[in-house]
């Protein structure tokens, strides 16, 4: 029989291209294993198909692996967490199906986990029994990817509201489209963050959206970087290649600077000095800089996420649905997965 005072959470990330099984005990990481896909790499992006067969293919050893990491038994899980969604519909659909069958053969619940809201709570995973430094509430998120640039009002756990979010292109995309300009390989920002240590953030002066409210835009940003790039190959054919260091540090000027300017008028609006970041762009280390740097200006309490929590992994999955379980919100099996979601 389960220890009841032991809540085990296995969870199980299949949005996009990883494939990722994590356990939670009691909120505490026991295992996070994540196996990515290098099939992508030759078509400059993710290929769905491709992506769900991968899945298919790693779905079973990932989920072993991450119980036998955590040297539990797969009797002792309390509950089954899964993403629903948003995401590739084939992606998921591994994911979710594989979350139903398990569910059915070890007779536990699922838990449906909204993949942006798993971005959200990383925060609350704690390294250690002794790990108490979490965020309270309420705070806002700044959660910036491949596919989101939004601002988060977090009133609690499981209650969280928008209230600022990009109109057009995520911040992610605005990396990976100028990057893919450049000749760069997918996903660009990585690389832009690395050439744009060498460069002067300073040296180019890109059109910064001028929209009111709390919204972001990116699009214009996008459209600036190439129509610079056009005229000045025009001048010079190897221009790119002569100063992209400086193309590179300028844009992720930019992109940082837009990324802050609606996040300090949030925080003076809402009167909420506590920060925290999350999503795949939150790796960038000039935005790391630049969020440290203002929070110490303007006394804010920030919480920057480890890199392992940074990119799709699902551990954030199972401390969402270890909340939602507390909770008692379960899923049903004839539960399907949503490639369009919001929080
Ligand atoms: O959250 P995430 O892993 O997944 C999706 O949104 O699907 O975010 C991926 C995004 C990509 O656009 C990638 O270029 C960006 O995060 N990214 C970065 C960095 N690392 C990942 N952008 C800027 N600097 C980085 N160091």
């Known amino acids: 029989m389960n220890d009841t005072s032991k809540i085990i959470i296995l969870g199980i990330e299949s949005s996009c291209d990883d494939t990722s099984a994590a356990i939670i005990e009691n909120g505490v990481i026991r295992s996070n294993i994540i196996a990515g896909q290098k099939v992508h790499e030759d078509y400059g992006g993710v290929v769905p198909e491709l992506a769900s067969r991968a899945h298919q293919q790693n779905i079973v050893p990932v989920v072993d692996q991450a119980i036998k990491k955590a040297g539990i038994n797969r009797n002792e899980i309390s509950a089954i967490a899964f993403t629903r969604g948003p995401g590739l519909l084939g992606s998921l659909l591994v994911g979710t199906s594989f979350a139903k069958g398990l569910s059915l053969a070890i007779n536990v619940p699922m838990v449906e986990v909204n993949h942006l809201q798993g971005h959200v709570l990383a925060h609350f995973i704690k ?3 002794n790990d108490n430094n979490q965020p309270s509430f309420p705070h806002l998120c700044l959660l910036v990817s491949g596919g989101n640039s939004q601002i988060i ?3 609690n ?3 969280m509201e928008v209230i600022g979010q990009t109109i057009d292109d995520a911040a992610g995309e605005a990396f990976d489209k100028c990057a893919k300009v450049m000749g760069l390989p997918y996903p660009g920002g990585p690389l832009i963050d690395k050439l744009a ?4 953030p300073n040296a180019i002066t890109f059109n910064k959206p001028r929209i009111t409210g709390l ?3 990116f699009s214009g940003l996008k459209t600036s970087f190439l129509y610079h790039l056009r005229d000045n190959i025009k001048i010079n054919e190897n221009y790119i290649e002569e100063n992209k260091n400086d193309l590179c540090a300028s844009l992720q000027k930019t992109i940082i600077d837009i990324l802050l300017n609606k996040l300090k008028k949030a925080a003076n609006e809402t009167g909420i000095n506590e920060i925290t970041v999350a999503g795949g762009v939150s790796a960038n280390s000039g935005l790391r800089n630049t969020l440290q740097e203002e929070a110490k200006k303007r006394n804010w309490t920030l919480f920057i996420p480890e890199f392992k929590y940074t990119t799709d992994n699902a551990a954030m999955i199972a401390i969402t649905g270890y909340y939602k379980y507390l909770n008692k ?10 490639a369009r979601m919001v929080l």
């Not at 240590?197 to 002067?200: M, R």
């Not at 919100?329 to 949503?338: E, G, K």
């Open 215 to 217: 919204d972001y835009s």
């Open 197 to 200: 240590k060498e460069g002067n």
């Open 157 to 159: 756990h499981l209650e």
């Open 153 to 155: 009002l977090v009133k």
């Open 127 to 129: 390294e250690n029994d």
């Open 329 to 338: 919100q379960f899923a049903t099996h004839i539960m399907v997965p949503f």
